[in-house]
């Protein structure tokens, strides 16, 4: 199986959620770190292992990314990182899958499923090798103990349930491994 890290200079998780029912705020993190084994002859036997830095939470504005940093969300004094392991990768087709996995966020560990795309497999011009892929999913904050909140006035609530994330990865092959022969 072929291991690849990924390239913290072209990976980006991003995330959204909903404001006062109205708009949508937008947020990343600091490139994560995390390993990918994958083989293009046998992506159903791929893994991956990701960390986010929660600390470097941002919405482009500090008042906001202090309170995400916060007790109230984050509580990144206590949880600093936020992990993606997954435990099965369900092929669509030749270049889509289910990647599912437990993903953990202040200490709570829930099962969630990403739709991926692979991009594709590129030599760089360095003689190395690349692979890139974008993924997708929604989660409820509240799963993870993410429970603050207000509500407003003309109905509904400050900040939604619901978080869109997206992660766009580029992993660099850093091993490959031949099976034993028989």
């Known amino acids: 199986m072929a291991v690849w890290n990924l390239d913290p200079a072209h990976t980006v998780a991003t995330f959204s959620a909903r404001h006062m ?18 083989d293009p002859e046998k992506p159903a036997l791929s893994s ?5 830095d929660a600390t470097t939470v941002s919405t482009g504005l500090a008042d906001r990314d202090n309170h ?8 990144v004094a206590n949880y600093p990182t936020i992990t993606f392991k997954s435990t099965r990768v369900q092929l669509e087709d030749a270049d889509n899958a289910l990647v599912t996995g437990d993903l953990t966020i202040r200490g709570v560990t829930k099962q969630i499923t990403l739709k991926v ?37 003309a109905g509904g609530v400050l900040v939604g349930k619901e978080i869109k994330l997206n992660i766009e990865a580029e ?10 022969p028989a």
Do not use: H, Y
């Open 21 to 38: 029912m109205v708009t949508t705020v937008r947020g990343s993190f600091a490139p994560p770190s995390g390993t990918l084994e994958f």
């Open 48 to 52: 991956v292992e990701a960390t986010l």
């Open 68 to 75: 995400l940093k916060s007790p109230d969300f984050l509580d």
């Open 117 to 153: 795309e692979k991009l594709g497999i590129v030599n760089d011009p360095w003689g190395g090798r690349r692979v890139g892929f974008t993924a997708e999913t929604k989660i409820n904050r509240e799963d993870w103990g993410l429970t603050w909140n207000v509500a407003i006035e």
């Open 171 to 180: 992993a660099i092959l850093v091993q490959t491994t031949e099976a034993a």
